[in-house]
């Protein structure tokens, strides 16, 4: 395949589409076709439906990013065979089997203290916590916005297992976040190097496609020029 493959962006927990805003003018300005999955985390077999479906849609070769959960995401639904690799962005990346609770589990974050599930079963960050806890490399303002804004997962979406690993035979990427607070920094490298992934560092929060916005991007399309040769 030597087209440009089309970069579909996975959203994780706390947040939407919406959380690609910075990366997405800079791969625009490049010339690629981009999409951002809107998921309903409601559990991980209907955001890999969803995802899936806006990867059937393409024509073409496809390149999925997925952000903290939606690595989870990307590694149930890119076994489709126009994927041609993942990238990971401070993500989980489950084995067959496990879940990004069950990953998570391996290591405490800081963040997990400020977590709490409501009565309908929906898990939130305090609001009032959110800034340090998923984002203190923004501006208070924007964590505060995004605390306001944050889009809550059902609490047993994050025990899902995925089924079968997609980076086991697609190329994969990686940015660890050196200073992320949901994820553990040293759990992001474990999995990067299970992964045989190519990976970058940067010190950035949960959020380095806003705070880290160019390093992201940079990333994105070395992993599309790549993974598009193939």
Known sequence: MSKKPTIIMVH??????????KVIPKLARKGYDLHAVENPLTSLADDAARTRKMIAAQKGPVLLVGHSYGGAVITEAGNQPN???LVYIAAFAPDAAESAASVAAREQSVAAANLFVDDDQYLWIKPDKFHESFC???????GMVMGVTQKAPL?????NNVTVPAWKTKPSWSVIASNDRAVPPELEKAEAA??????ITVASSHVPMLSHPK???DLI??????????
């Open 12 to 21: 994780g927990f706390w947040g939407g589409a919406a959380h690609w805003s």
């Open 136 to 142: 203190q490399d923004l501006t208070p303002e924007e």
């Open 194 to 199: 299970a992964m045989k992934a190519t990976s």
């Open 155 to 159: 609490a047993g979406t994050f025990g």
């Open 215 to 217: 390093e992201v991007a």
């Open 221 to 230: 399309e070395q992993a599309a020029a790549k993974a598009g040769s193939r």
């Open 83 to 85: 994927v041609v690799g």
